[in-house]
């Protein structure tokens, strides 16, 4: 964003200045090609840019500017004493009116497009609010980037919960993009967030999720996800529904990806009668770190068609601050990728500082 910014205020400063640049251009042509050539009806381009780029009462003063212009233009020309001189003053007068109109609809535009955006905020505090920086025996941190451009919201969900049965966690990743997959993660995740708290075992609160996800979902649509229970003990439970596995970090650096005992159908697809996914631990003591992902992160590639090295970069979660670590990990993403994702890409790193009973603590 950094690298972005600069270029944009430089740009909006080219483009306020347009109208005046090509007033003056039109002025000092007229007067040295003279009145036989006609650059006269040519100083409407001020209103015209002003009209694209400013606001109503900026593109009505240039409009102003442009008729004293052309009127002074005229007299000097002798334009007046035939019918170019009202003509050029009618072209003027007629570009700087429509002008005018276009930047009032834009105005209007922008000011619905700034509501939208706002609403959207809203809805993404609802569906990905903020997870807490500690539950229990665990320190959270989170990292989202939609694909879709200006979005802040898309198809990956992710949540902590500190239920009465150990810190439930999940991170999915819905098919396909945009407001459909936004309102099957509102449904995954409200499913999520009721069963964490009702369900004693992961199973049951998977078998939720599965018959959730099937009432909603029709022909081919599914989810996939990784569900965990961390107890108090460090143990760490998973059940993946056809999910990248998760990245474990050890206290000394070791890295590993534990796989499932056997490959499961993502969420929604239970009809095709494929058995479903079974519990598998890992252990989970004080130093290590869990990070979980979507495929927004593995499969994210470079120039050249290589995946992102997720295992040769979990140097970069050695920042004692959470956040700030995942962080690292997103900009070294953006630098793999030179640019933005081409995938939705959600993050959620979990360390075990080994206190804590089961009491969370929101984030700030």
């Known amino acids: 964003m950094t690298t ?47 009209g694209l780029v400013g606001g109503w009462r900026r593109t009505a003063l240039i409009g102003l500017l442009a008729l004293v212009l052309c009127l002074a233009l005229g007299i000097y020309d002798g334009l007046f004493e035939g019918r170019r001189g ?16 276009a930047a009032v609809m834009r105005s209007r535009r922008e000011a619905e497009l700034a509501s939208v955006r706002s609403i959207a ?16 025996p665990l320190q959270a941190a989170v990292s989202y980037t939609s694909a879709v451009a200006e979005a802040r919201i898309g198809g990956d969900l992710y949540e902590v919960v500190a239920s009465p049965h150990g810190i439930r966690v999940i991170v999915g990743d819905v098919q396909g993009k945009g407001l459909a997959a936004v309102e099957t993660a509102a449904v995954v995740l409200g499913a999520f967030r009721e069963a964490a708290h009702d369900e004693p075992d992961l199973m049951g609160l998977g078998e ?30 998973f059940l993946n529904y056809g999910h990248p596995p ?5 206290g000394d650096g070791a890295v590993e990806f534990p796989q499932p005992p056997a490959h499961a159908l993502p969420l ?28 927004g992160v593995s499969e994210a590639r470079d120039e050249r068609g290589a995946f992102y090295p ?8 050695k920042e004692p601050d ?18 933005p994702p081409h995938d939705d890409a959600a993050m959620l790193l979990l360390r075990f500082h080994g206190h804590g009973k089961g009491k969370s603590v929101p984030d700030a």
Do not use: N
Request: hydrophobic letters at 50%.
């Open 4 to 50: 972005t910014r600069p270029a944009s205020r430089s740009g909006s400063v080219v483009l306020s200045c347009m109208p005046v640049a090509a007033m003056s251009v039109v002025a000092v042509a007229d007067v040295v090609a003279g009145p036989g050539v006609g650059f006269l009806p040519l100083v409407s381009l001020g209103p015209a840019f002003a």
């Open 86 to 101: 009202f003509t050029a003053l009618a072209s003027v007068a007629g570009v700087t009116g429509a002008g005018i109109a």
């Open 121 to 136: 905020e809203v809805a993404q505090r609802v569906l990905l609010r903020p997870v807490p920086r500690t539950a229990g």
């Open 208 to 237: 939720r999720l599965e018959q959730s996800v099937a009432r909603e979902l029709e022909g081919e649509k599914f989810v996939t996800a990784v569900l965990a229970e961390i107890g108090s003990d460090g143990g760490a439970v």
């Open 246 to 250: 998760p990245m474990v970090v050890r």
């Open 268 to 295: 929604g697809l239970s009809v095709h009668g494929a058995e479903g996914p079974k519990p598998y631990q890992v252990d989970f003591e004080p130093g290590a770190q869990i990070l979980l992902y979507t495929d």
């Open 310 to 317: 997720l295992g040769e970069r979990a140097y970069l979660l």
């Open 322 to 339: 959470a956040q700030l670590a995942l962080e690292a990990v997103g900009e070294d993403l953006v630098r793999h990728t030179a640019g």
